[in-house]
């Protein structure tokens, strides 16, 4: 016990000696945090629109200003022909182009189906389609007014985010995210600066058994990825507002549970690497999947069938269920139980596996 | 310190990039962030990442016994979009939207065949799971649409809006969202082999000091920083064409734009990702720190402050203007269109300049940040 501890408080110094390496701890996730929780939207707002209007009545007029009017766009371009809304678009001037033909008022005026035309910019489909319902939404209005408004059919609620805010989304899924990419750069760093200096035999030659040995290079990332999360929680709720409904005891839990389960695949990769370098680039190769698998980026069940399989290794597309759960939605033990225990197997799968690499080198 | 710069010699340039060469070969990381790196991203974007719609599990709960609200259940059933789970309350049903099982649930209220045949229809209760606004977005509007076109077919239907739109989609008419994530892969694949791959290499001769031990020679510091560069050059313009080779046959994106476009395109990219990538190693000149500066700076912006999968319009006005110093900023448009739009010059090249001055700007950091520490 006393050569654990002995052995983590080296490698806790070890850690937090160099101020840049310090820095390096922590400074970059903070950072990650609010560019991420700023950036990361996919919302469509402040675009700039093209309009070629070649009918000019009371409707199109109309049409116009409410589009004017949307906070989503930022500027309507007026367009004099089509090849001036075919450069726009080409150049990304604009997203979209509004067509709306000469017979547009006549048609509207008569009570008849008339359409507006839409170019959208292929090249960027997602923004594309979402731009497409906004402007659907607006057409969909014009005349309105004068008929009395239909009866409400479906009644739709939001729970656990009435509003939708995308920022409760988003914080409560950077803590896994952004804990993956810094808890396994750091856990696959510790044994293989060591290797790389030469100094990881030494300590394989000193009394200290492989256990101990691993126990120790565990403990001091573990500590610094649970400050870490802790400081996204409190940043989470204190600055950027977003309610935090569930337990705290069962959030630390599950941070422990899914850290261990990083710097369990950090140590493979380490065990596996003779420089830093390696160890580096193939935490990072480790990270990507972990990363884009989550679920944070598209939803799981979206995935093909043999990549859902696959998946079952990934320990962030358990937590990050877990953490939006007990931000938003009070989720109670027995589901974060549910969750977790596939993520505390990955951990005592990797953890021995590298144990064992570790001795099978050493002999 | 001039004439270090300036200093230069054919024979000795060839013997430096041929052992730079030799160690990349010799390295498997080098080879797996180069050519393994590209084959996963590619797959992961192709295959697990989709922003498209797709079928959603939502709940349902039928409250009412009638002919109408048994005909709607059936609708929600039968829908291609959804994958209904039923129960006869709302409890358990919620119990397993907290569970994160079920993104959505619809109630059918118990007057509702009564209050349609009344003509005053009560509203089908639509609650999402907020905590992923996204899918609860698509949730809400599956289950209005699907009631929608059920109302149209019991001939309930209000009269629909009198305008409607015909769009159509320039250069991707099917909508694949692959045809921008294969181009905004190529970015992040360059981003990771200029920045990372030389932040690290470089850093580690500095860790062992093999760098002052070069400079002790009659190398110049010229010379040096081209031997650096010009192997790992074509390291990224050699993973860039494997992207869009793959990009071409298994996924099949288009190539619209010439081989050239594209390779012009790239190689102005490559500059300010390799400038960056020395700078970081001659400023911290320590492995750890130096591969954490180069996600931070390099891999992250390329990712999200590009506008490659977020709007850069969408961001808030100073997160805006940081974007204008991320050189993929100038990329991402430059490759989406090379690939599915075709040779636009007038669009690349003001951002080809753009890139060339933030090349230039980070090697002049990265001279500067190499002879303070020399010196």
């Not at chain 1, 070629?52 to 116009?64: I, P, Q, R, V």
């Not at chain 1, 500027?75 to 726009?88: D, N």
């Not at chain 1, 910019?121 to 979402?130: C, H, L, M, V, Y």
């Not at chain 1, 990769?269 to 935490?283: K, P, Y």
Request: net charge neutral.
């Amino acid at each position: 016990m006393a050569r654990i501890w002995a052995m983590t408080v080296k490698e806790f110094w070890a850690l937090v000696r160099d101020p840049k390496a310090r820095m390096a701890l922590f400074m970059p996730p903070l950072i990650q945090l609010f560019v991420f929780s700023f950036a990361a939207t996919l919302e469509v707002r402040n675009v700039d629109i093209g309009l070629l209007d070649m009918s000019h009545g009371s409707y199109s007029t109309e049409f116009t200003t409410q589009l004017a009017g949307s906070p989503n766009f930022r500027e309507i371009k007026r367009l004099q022909s089509p090849a001036e809304l075919e450069r726009a678009i080409e150049q990304q001037e604009v997203i979209a182009a509004i067509v709306i033909e000469q017979d547009f008022d006549r048609r509207m005026a008569a009570g008849q189906k008339a359409e507006i035309g839409v170019v959208l910019d292929g090249r960027r489909s997602n923004a594309s389609q979402i731009v497409s319902s906004y402007i659907m939404r607006i057409a969909a209005g014009i005349g309105a007014s004068a008929s009395s408004t239909p009866p409400e059919t479906v009644r739709v609620t939001n729970l656990f985010n009435p509003n939708l805010e995308y920022v409760w989304f988003n914080l409560p899924s950077l803590i896994a995210m952004i804990g993956a990419v810094s808890g396994l750069a750091l856990a696959s760093m510790t044994v293989a600066r060591e290797r790389e200096v030469g100094s990881f035999d030494q300590l394989m030659v000193s009394p200290l058994q492989v256990h101990e040995i691993l126990i120790g290079k565990m403990l001091p990332p573990l500590g610094i990825s649970i400050i870490n999360g802790f400081a996204y929680l409190l940043a989470a709720v204190f600055i950027f507002g977003v309610p935090f409904e569930g337990s705290l005891f069962l959030f630390f839990l599950s941070l422990v549970l899914y850290n261990l389960a990083l710097i369990g695949v950090g140590m493979f990769v380490s065990a596996l690497s003779h420089t830093q370098q390696q160890a580096f680039l193939g935490s990072f190769l480790a990270t990507v999947p972990i990363v884009m698998l989550s679920g944070f980026s598209s939803p799981v069940e979206n995935m093909p069938e043999w990549l859902q399989v696959l998946n079952h290794a990934n320990p962030a597309q358990y937590f990050l269920p877990v953490c939006q759960g007990l931000f938003l939605k009070a989720m109670p033990a027995a589901d974060v139980f549910d969750w977790m225990w596939p993520v505390a197997l990955i951990a005592v799968v990797t953890l021995t596996t590298s144990a064992w690499l570790f001795r099978a080198r050493m002999e | 310190m001039k004439h270090e710069l300036t200093r230069f010699n054919a024979r000795r340039m060839a013997a430096l990039i041929r052992k730079e060469s030799v160690q990349i070969m010799r390295d498997p990381s080098t080879l797996l962030i180069a050519f393994v790196l590209p084959i996963l991203l590619l797959f992961i974007f192709g295959f697990g990442i989709s922003l498209d719609a797709n079928t959603i599990r939502v709940g349902l709960v039928v409250q009412d016994s009638g002919p109408q609200a048994a005909s709607l259940a059936n609708a929600y059933r039968n829908s291609p979009y959804l994958e209904v789970v039923e129960a006869p309350a709302v409890a358990p049903i919620k119990a397993r939207v907290v569970a994160d099982d079920l993104r959505a649930m619809i109630v059918i209220p118990p007057d509702f065949s009564r209050a349609m045949d009344r003509g005053r229809p009560v509203p089908v209760q639509v609650a999402t799971d907020g905590s992923q606004p996204n899918t609860a977005n698509f949730a809400a509007a599956y289950a209005e649409g699907i009631y929608g076109s059920w109302a149209e077919q019991q001939g309930i239907a209000p009269p629909g809006a009198q305008a409607s739109l015909n769009t159509r989609f320039w250069y991707n008419p099917e909508l694949k969202s692959r045809f921008f994530l294969v181009p905004g892969s190529i970015a992040i694949v360059m981003t990771m082999i200029g920045t990372l791959l030389t932040a690290l290499v470089v850093a580690r001769e500095w860790e062992r000091g093999t760098l002052e031990a070069m400079m002790a020679t009659p190398i110049g510091m010229g010379e040096f920083i081209a031997s650096k560069l010009i192997p790992y050059f074509l390291l990224g313009i050699g993973s860039m064409a494997l992207c869009t080779v793959l990009g071409i046959i298994v996924f099949g994106v288009p190539l619209r734009g010439s081989v050239f476009a594209l390779l012009a395109i790239s190689s102005a990219f490559l500059l300010p990702a390799l400038g960056l990538g020395l700078f970081i190693s001659a400023a911290t000149k320590n492995q750890f720190v130096a591969a954490q500066m180069a996600l931070l700076s390099g891999f992250l912006p390329s990712f999200l402050l590009s506008g490659f999968i977020f709007e850069i319009s969408s961001m808030p006005a100073p997160i805006q203007a940081v974007t204008y110093i991320v050189p993929a900023r100038y990329l991402i448009p430059s490759l989406q269109t090379v690939f599915v739009t075709g040779d636009v010059w007038g669009l690349f090249l003001p951002n080809i300049g753009m890139m060339l001055l933030f090349g230039a700007i980070f090697f002049l950091l990265a001279f500067r940040a190499t002879k303070r520490s020399l010196d």
